[in-house]
């Protein structure tokens, strides 16, 4: 079946850190793949995708690249703010399922 | 962008009774919706997958008796929790796709802020 294999957290780094998550996943097919952010108390938000592979998804400063040949989608900030401290989450969606990574846990200190 | 309202945001319940958690998509019409379960630091866990109009399809494991889901129109999913006990404690997500031909991707879902259910 798929899965998707994330970086253990948690994750601490200081303000303007650079910030690099790592997924990978096995899947039959080709899926598309999405980065979400879970921030305290609520409900998941869709960071970004990349429905195929070479595509670079970006939103509010993150990147995630979909490399069909290593099969991963590592999620990468240039410098995160305090407010970026959330719960992230991997996830792929193949023939109308998703599957989701355990999530990571960013905190980001002033 | 898409919008997904939950209702109620926390319940406190007491055993025995139960709860119904509404699901609504506020701008778009959702073909289908997704039930999550999430248990504390951990991922999320589909509970079943219900298309407008018809029966839900529940993944192994999820007592369809217990966690009863309608999804009467294309924009209201409710998630019923039956005979709640206190093992039924969790946050409940919910996540609505859109159809074909419409303004939002078919390949993107859209959460829901989830419930906090509290079983007494």
């Known amino acids: 079946g798929n899965s998707v294999t994330q970086m253990e957290g948690p994750v601490t780094l200081s303000e303007e850190a650079f910030l690099t998550i790592n997924c990978t996943y096995t899947a039959t097919g080709y899926p598309s793949l999405f980065w979400y952010v879970q921030y305290p108390g609520e409900g998941l938000q869709l960071l970004l995708k990349a429905t195929k592979a070479d595509d670079k998804g970006s939103n509010k400063g993150f990147e995630a690249t979909y490399r069909k040949e290593t099969t991963s989608f590592h999620l990468e900030k240039g410098s995160v703010q305090v407010s970026d401290s959330a719960v992230y989450f991997c996830?792929?969606?193949?023939?109308?399922?998703?599957?989701f990574g355990d999530g990571t846990t960013l905190t980001v200190k002033p | 962008g898409a919008v997904v309202s939950q209702h109620p945001s926390r319940v406190i319940c007491k055993s025995g009774t139960s709860v119904k958690i509404e699901c609504r998509s506020l701008?778009?019409?959702?073909?289908?919706m997704f039930w999550y379960r999430q248990f504390p630091k951990q991922s999320l866990m589909l509970m079943a997958t219900?298309?407008?109009?018809?029966?839900?399809?529940?993944e192994q494991g999820v007592e369809k008796d217990k966690f009863l889901i309608n999804h009467a129109s294309l924009t209201l999913s409710t998630l019923t929790v039956t005979s709640a006990h206190p093992e039924d404690s969790s946050f409940y997500i919910c996540s609505a796709r859109g159809g074909e031909g419409g303004r939002t991707s078919t390949d993107t879902q859209y959460f829901g802020p989830g419930t906090r259910l509290t079983v007494l």
């Open positions: 996830a792929l969606r193949s023939a109308g399922k998703s599957t």
């Open positions: 701008d778009f019409q959702a073909t289908t």
């Open positions: 219900s298309n407008e109009g018809s029966k839900a399809t529940y």
